[in-house]
């Protein structure tokens, strides 16, 4: 059995926590909007044709943020066909994943989407096969107000009031040789500068995201921010990050400590923004846009492996959960510089949430530690000290048994830890104490164990089905609390959510 | 007399020869469409306003592959202009030629007409003012299967199944600072990258022609074909070549050797695509599509020469003839790495075929060494072995006087060789002989003559009109052959195409 | 067993023989130089210190010009320490192989030796640690006429005619990271620009050869020799290409195949140099000084391999004869572009030649290719026409089992080929037949067998030692000639030399 130590002090901590961390994608790609969001056939469509059974795993699931319309899809996408009446919308084959794409559902169908389901969107403007014009004219016509012809468009497609949409991504993946339209960093950079310029030129207190790398691997990682970047430090607020992990060759020791590649990542990326800060004299901190993140089985799914079946919908056994646990977790840690970040994808291909068309919705074992990291992480991240024992992998040498962060709201006085023992074999006995006030402040005397859950089974690859969606849910944990100290023991490959509330004096 | 010596080794062969060597060129240019192939008004007009007449001596010609539209013309053009109802058409200024087109023959006209005299179509897309996005679109408009806007836009003009052009070139003459949107060779390189990626997208099969130069006289000539492929290697199929010869400053010694220049144009491309190959460590082997090529009149033209008359129709004699015939022996002689070839142009301005408007059509000097060799050229190109006498030229030095390839076809043993008398002044005696077979391997033990035709004139100005249209034609040659050997004596700048057949042993 | 037809016309002809393709070299490395080539104890010692036994061999071996004084040596070599009288030569620590040279042979020793044993020299300028003005001083050093300051030292170190050495290397191997004084390519371009330039100040007629790439896995290869040769094109005649051969991880079958990896590289060279030619519209061919190629145990020394013993010395078994000849093969095929080559090196750690200190030289496996190539190969290079049966190679894929090539001396009439039956279990039928003689020109009509030897061995692994030096030899092989018509069967694994003469008409 592995051992860890962790203190946590009210008074270190990384900053208040970004709601935006917790966003959620939704692309044209496989049956994420189709069968998905979308199905006006089936018995659960509202009048608009959304699934009601998706939207309210939606709410439960908890995303703050959605991005929308991709992703590759969006570098090929001409906005003006999703709008207007459905019968009129032209079918278009979809280049970015070579499918046929019948407009049915457009910016404006997914704004109201998401309005209903009480998520705030985040377009993406196409900068693949288009550029400035189409730019502003999509940002005119979701957020003018009426007197001008795209705004008047939108009045007379139903929507009077501007959709104000406050975040915006600059095109989507632009260092990808696979993109629509790819560019060079130089390329893009000047693009992104004048589309930037150009859409504060509409409205100035949008928040842009320029393209950063599509992952670490990029062979233009950091050249390609420090380009972008170069052009565009006082047009843009963040800098988008994309990862995607899977066990590469079997290596599951290496696949569960996959944080450290986000880890590293974020660092480098923000290095990277901070040096040209430096040239600049500057104190603007740009920060990550983590827009594109979760467990693929990228390798997995061209290997025909075992798990899986209807290649529209992803098949999350307990271990990808354990790694989508400690990816939310590595988000917490990096608060201060990471303003955004969504899982991709919402639905289906990729997502936490399954559907069968005119069947069922259900959820995945990933949906439990979003749903509950989201519901319960709140108010200040915190910084914890961790001594933990160490274990060995291939990819990144020797790393923490043990990963872990920690929320304290204010208001309640409560503490939220998250934590993931990283080990599939070695169960972990964790200690935890939370330091005593500065001097002169107030803070409980005493802690409560109010709840722990945990996503663990004996069984590593049990997985939820339409026929089992339960199989995998979060169960409760044991720990006690004595004082100011949390004891408790995680079983191996296990995620952990942990809350105390203080013992009122009486 | 100078003499020349040939060995024809069955074993010693160049490769197999591709048709589409043997292509064509209809540009909106000059008389070439509107009362060239198309002029509804015309006596022999079919249902469609095609001339049938110039069907017919297209048909007799023999082109393989015909590029549309242009040709300089291609870089202002917008092909939704030239599809859909003819009244609805709109009348456009180009730019390209100064001139105005009416739109009257489009996309979907050329198709029709080129499956309708049996060539294959070759289609460019606008890459000067326009970009990857339009030519996604004129591909799936062309291409796409019903069930998307665009392919069903073209069924509803008419055509429900798909035009399924194979062949496409990435815009034309970029390099050339007259070409609407010239680019700079990176700039152009990038164009073709993407455009080239995404067209892939669509349809995976699709061969594709990337820009090279205009001649090889460009300032940039080798450094643009080497930026160019070195981003588009893996994603283009060929690189274009254009050339167009004429007698300079009065010199027809070198005009008749232009070949020369056609060969040391095709080497250097080929060494400069081997050069990137050889970079990568690849054995792809990127071929030259040498899709603009003939005799042009440009001096001659301009200096307003006693020959011409109507400036939309060309006037050429028995030497421009004769360069023709050397011009397709040199294409033949590079059968394995120039994978197509376009004379330019079909009909009128630079074209083999003249029309009057209201009036009848007929075949110029040129039509025939290409129709016999068209019609001649079948199976493998064999590598002859030419030992000649040389003659002096102040362009390219001393040079071969006779020029020679020969192609063998499996099926019928029969050999078809194609020679040029370079010499304005000398006959030239030709001993050609055909080398036994390989030990144990089948052939013809004689060989008898089938035909032998030639252009030549005791008047090397002699030429064709519409009074005249028979003065210049293919008339029979004088050679002998006794077991495996031929003897011609090749009168001065005179063009042959000698074909022999086995003798069924008796 | 497999079948190869083969096909020689005296008219089809790669191009005259270049001697300087049968080079080799003599580096201060290992014992080449010292107990190699010069040993004054020796008891075969001659007045100057240079073995009598091993000149013996040298003359038999029959290189034609011999590259001195490295190699990688050169790029720390100041040439004055090995000039002038023995005792006053300094000793040096030799940073390129970290090693004692105490200087005994220099310049003049080596160019003696070479006038000795009938060889041309070949010297290396150092452009590692020195420039322009070291390499003009050594050239006057032994070019220069007596009257300059370093001319009169020549004369004054007992040589008073001009050593009128005529093909210099600029530097060697600067490609290479392990290069004393490496240079990026740009560098080097600049540097050999610079003293191409003033060397031919002072003999124009010098012939130049700038350094290529190291081998064809150089991460810079193509680019290396585009950057230099776009700087020196007009200055040099010739750029280097070096490469070693053996069996990588065991894969004999490979290894049997090298010349594959020789054929494409000097390809890649040549496409290289004619891409620039065509950016010039330049007819010059710069051609390949192939200046050090061998077999070499680089894995197998480090593996501490079976065969071995004194490293100093190589053990070169059948396999690795086979594979030199076919290397030599290769050269001759690419006879019109490959202007030099130099086999590395003469004596000992790579050498065909071994010898003991104090004790006796003897002949290694290699040396019978070398020799027999050397003295028979002579006139015009023909271009054979192969059709050979194809076997597998992992590293090449499908090769020809067949490698043939075939020299014709005009003077005698006599044909010599020189063929490699590459595959090490299946023998090889051959016919290879003599063409007739084109219409109207002489040729013998018969051949008789003058002579066929092989370098073959049932046990391939067979080598030669001091104690069984001629263990392996060039030993008779059987064929037949009828006619024009010569078969023979090749066994696995061997390398032939079969010489056809005329028959006299009786």
């Given amino acids: 059995m ?58 439960e699931l908890g995303p703050t943020t959605v991005r929308y319309p991709g992703g590759n899809f969006v570098s090929g996408y001409r906005w003006e066909d999703g709008v207007g009446p459905r019968e009129r919308r032209p079918v278009r084959f979809d280049a970015a994943w070579q499918t046929v794409e019948t407009n049915q559902v457009g910016t404006d169908d997914f704004v109201d989407w998401a309005r209903g389901v009480g998520v705030e969107p985040m377009l993406a403007v196409n900068l693949g096969t288009r550029g400035v014009t189409e730019a502003l004219d999509l940002l005119e016509y979701c957020n003018g107000r009426p007197g001008t012809a795209l705004a008047d468009q939108r009045a007379a497609n139903g929507h009077r009031e501007p959709h104000d949409v406050r975040i915006w991504c600059l095109g989507n993946e632009m260092d990808g040789p696979w993109q629509l339209g790819h560019k060079t960093a130089e390329e893009y950079a000047r693009l992104a500068e004048e589309t930037a310029r150009a859409m504060r030129r509409l409205d100035g207190s949008l928040e842009l995201v320029a393209c950063g790398s599509s992952n670490r691997a990029m062979p233009t990682f950091g050249v390609w921010e420090r380009t972008v970047l170069d052009r565009c430090f006082e047009l843009v607020d963040h800098i988008s990050a994309h990862a995607y992990y899977e066990p590469v060759d079997g290596d599951v020791d290496s696949f569960l400590a996959s944080s450290e590649d986000m880890h590293r990542f974020i660092d480098g990326v923000v290095a990277t923004a901070d040096h040209l800060a430096a040239v600049r004299r500057s104190d603007k901190r740009i920060t990550v846009s983590f827009d594109e993140w979760n467990v693929w089985f990228q390798q997995r799914s061209s290997d025909g492996g075992a798990i899986g079946g209807d290649d529209q919908v992803s098949v999350y056994d307990v271990t990808d959960a354990v790694v989508v646990g400690s990816l939310l977790i590595t988000l917490l840690q990096h608060a201060d510089r990471v303003a955004a970040a969504c899982q991709a994808q919402l ?124 199989r995998v849910v979060a169960r409760p944990g044991s720990s006690s609390v004595r004082g100011r100290v949390l004891r408790a023991v995680l079983p191996p490959a296990s995620w952990h959510c942990i809350r105390l509330a203080p013992v009122e004096p009486s």
Avoid at 23 to 40: N, Q
């Fill in 347 to 470: 639905v289906n291909l990729l997502g936490p949430i399954s559907t069968r068309p005119g069947g069922p919705a259900w959820r995945q074992s990933i949906f439990h530690p979003f749903a509950l990291t989201s519901r319960y992480a709140r108010g200040t991240v915190l910084r914890p000290l961790v001594r933990s024992d160490r274990i060995e992998t291939t990819r990144y040498g020797p790393v923490d048994q043990l990963v872990a962060t920690a929320t304290l709201d204010s208001e309640t006085a409560q503490i939220a830890v998250f934590a993931v023992n990283r080990s599939r074999t070695a169960e972990l006995a964790l200690t935890l104490d939370v330091a005593p006030p500065l001097p002169g402040q107030a803070a409980p005397a005493q802690y409560r164990l109010a709840e722990h859950v945990t996503v663990h089974d004996d069984d590593p690859g049990a997985h939820n089905t339409e026929q089992e969606p339960d």
């Fill in 2 to 59: 592995g051992e860890a130590v962790v203190r946590l002090d009210p008074a270190n901590v990384v900053g208040p926590l970004p709601r935006r961390l917790f966003g959620s994608f939704v692309e044209h790609l496989g049956r994420c909007v189709y069968t998905g969001i979308y199905e006006p056939d089936h018995p659960a469509a509202d009048a608009l044709g959304f699934r009601t059974d998706v939207a309210e795993l939606v709410r």
